[in-house]
């Protein structure tokens, strides 16, 4: 089993940064394919960002792409979203996933492991 605990959320003006941390437990991490995820208010879970098993490869939700940054440290078992340019949109609860594959998914249901999610705010 993997437990997985987000920390750095929080309230940050449009145009400001947050950086987001996933803390696996478990032997499992270094082989697992992860992701974020997000739900705002009244909408559907969304993927963010995912990452394959070594770092090789990461994919981004379109709307982030080149304002997001996934990244993983398979040493410390920890996953990480820098967020950069943020946008009253990117409020919601951000989650962390895993997967017991190696490859990544942008869906919801391929994910195994979830974490309690992380309170995100973008004021205008």
């Known amino acids: 089993q993997v437990q997985l605990v987000e920390s750095g959320g929080g309230l940050v003006q449009a145009g400001g940064s947050l950086g987001l941390s996933c803390a696996a437990s478990g032997r499992t991490f270094s082989s697992a394919a992860m992701g974020w995820f997000r739900q705002a208010p009244g909408k559907e879970r969304e993927f963010v960002a995912g990452?394959?098993?070594?770092?090789?490869?990461?994919y981004y939700l379109d709307s982030v792409e080149g304002r997001f940054t996934i990244s993983r440290d398979n040493a410390k078992n920890t996953l990480y979203l820098q967020m950069n340019n943020l946008k009253p949109e990117d409020t919601a609860v951000y989650y962390c996933a895993g997967r017991t594959s190696r490859w990544g998914s942008r869906i919801v249901h391929d994910y195994d492991y979830w974490g309690q999610g992380t309170q995100v705010t973008v004021s205008s």
């Open positions: 990452i394959t098993w070594s770092g090789g490869s990461t």
